[in-house]
């Protein structure tokens, strides 16, 4: 007689996984998740204390030391200008971070406006807002961007707004499919069945009930935004010299990556390391969140 390692039991049967391992499972903190919510949280302290890091001037630098290559004193070396490479890739840190979040904020809001007064009102608005929903996700993020800078003109709370009003479609229709769902639920029909206003049933159970996925989608979206904002500084859209911002330093390294190719390599690291951080971090979460519900 010969032993089978067949995971299935006499019967045709699968051994069933307790729930409790499942759910530790779902929820472990895998070692590249922690290393990018390690990440995410030294750029965090990066952003509001610089100074712990490094104590030179972004700004001003030394023509004598332009285009040094790396050393005790200019830990990345320096750019064109003598600034440490250094000093401004940490200072740069707050304007990337705030970007994506204050952008992802201003998608976040509109969308959850925009979303729940068109799942929950349904009728003429529910029709209007999905019309122009559509309209607006038919055309790419980045015309909406270049009407916006067009617009207010170019600088980083441009910048903000382009990048910002550019994820308020998405988000309101993730929103909307949402409240749909909610709506249509027991304990919103009792709610209305016994009288509470639709102010009242919005705010203390439609909203709540919705946040979970759009917050998710929001925290993915702060990578998604800090590309596209670094992508449009690129272009001379964003930031304006001397600001510090990694995507326009890329662009100004452009013309001297031949003799000098670290003032472009590091802060294209440091956005490349940024965005998967935050993305990684973003995706741990929306797992841990659709494993939650479904365990409810």
Same mark, same amino acid.
């Not at 995971?7 to 729930?19: A, E, I, K, N, Y």
């Not at 013309?255 to 690291?269: E, M, R």
């Given at each position: 007689?010969?032993?089978?390692?067949?995971? $299935?039991?006499?019967?045709?049967?699968?051994?069933?996984?307790?729930?409790?391992? =499942?759910?530790?499972?779902?929820?472990?903190?895998?070692?590249?998740?922690?290393?990018?919510?390690?990440?995410?949280?030294?750029?965090?302290?990066?952003?509001? &204390?610089?100074?712990?890091?490094?104590?030179? *001037?972004?700004?001003?630098?030394?023509?004598?030391?332009?285009?040094?290559? /790396?050393?005790?004193?200019?830990?990345?070396?320096? *750019?064109?200008?003598?600034? *440490?490479?250094?000093?401004?890739?940490?200072?740069?840190?707050?304007?990337?971070? /705030?970007?994506?979040?204050?952008?992802?904020?201003?998608?976040?809001?509109?969308?959850?406006?925009?979303?729940?007064?068109?799942?929950?009102?349904?009728?003429?608005? *529910?029709?209007?807002?999905? $019309?122009?929903?559509?309209?607006?996700?038919?055309? #790419?993020?980045? %015309?909406?961007?270049? %009407?916006?800078?067009?617009?207010?003109?170019?600088?980083?709370?441009?910048?903000?707004?382009?990048?910002?009003?550019?994820? !308020?479609?998405?988000?309101? $229709?993730?929103? =909307?499919?949402?409240?749909?769902?909610?709506?249509?639920?027991?304990? !919103? =029909?009792?709610?209305?069945?016994?009288?509470?206003?639709?102010? =009242?049933?919005?705010?203390?159970?439609?909203?709540?009930?919705?946040?979970?996925?759009?917050?998710?989608?929001?925290? !993915?979206?702060?990578?998604?935004?800090?590309?596209?904002?670094?992508?449009?500084?690129?272009?001379?859209?964003?930031?304006?010299?001397?600001? #510090?911002?990694?995507?326009?330093?890329?662009?100004?390294?452009?013309?001297?990556?031949?003799?000098? #190719? &670290?003032?472009?390599? &590091? #802060?294209?690291?440091?956005?490349?390391?940024?965005?998967?951080?935050?993305?990684?971090?973003?995706?741990?979460?929306?797992?841990?969140?659709? /494993?939650?519900?479904?365990?409810?």
């Amino acid at each position: 007689m010969s032993l089978s390692l067949n995971p $299935r039991l006499s019967g045709g049967r699968t051994p069933r996984v307790p729930r409790a391992e =499942r759910v530790r499972s779902a929820h472990a903190l895998h070692p590249g998740v922690a290393l990018s919510a390690l990440v995410v949280l030294l750029l965090i302290v990066a952003a509001l &204390w610089p100074g712990l890091f490094t104590n030179q *001037d972004p700004i001003e630098g030394d023509p004598a030391s332009a285009f040094a290559g /790396s050393s005790a004193a200019h830990i990345l070396g320096t *750019d064109q200008l003598g600034r *440490d490479l250094f000093s401004r890739i940490i200072h740069g840190t707050v304007y990337s971070l /705030s970007l994506g979040v204050g952008a992802s904020l201003i998608g976040l809001i509109g969308g959850v406006i925009l979303g729940v007064l068109a799942g929950y009102s349904r009728g003429i608005w *529910d029709r209007v807002i999905t $019309r122009a929903l559509d309209v607006l996700l038919a055309f #790419p993020e980045v %015309l909406v961007a270049l %009407l916006t800078i067009t617009i207010l003109g170019p600088g980083q709370w441009s910048l903000l707004w382009a990048v910002g009003l550019g994820r !308020i479609p998405g988000a309101a $229709r993730l929103v =909307r499919t949402q409240v749909l769902q909610i709506r249509g639920s027991g304990f !919103i =029909r009792s709610g209305i069945a016994l009288g509470l206003s639709p102010t =009242r049933l919005i705010l203390k159970h439609v909203v709540p009930n919705s946040l979970g996925p759009v917050l998710v989608h929001a925290v !993915i979206g702060v990578g998604v935004c800090i590309i596209f904002g670094a992508a449009l500084s690129f272009l001379g859209l964003g930031a304006v010299p001397p600001t #510090p911002e990694w995507g326009l330093m890329l662009s100004e390294a452009r013309q001297y990556l031949s003799i000098a #190719p &670290w003032i472009a390599i &590091w #802060p294209g690291v440091f956005i490349t390391l940024t965005v998967i951080s935050v993305t990684v971090t973003g995706r741990w979460l929306q797992q841990r969140f659709i /494993s939650k519900r479904s365990s409810l």
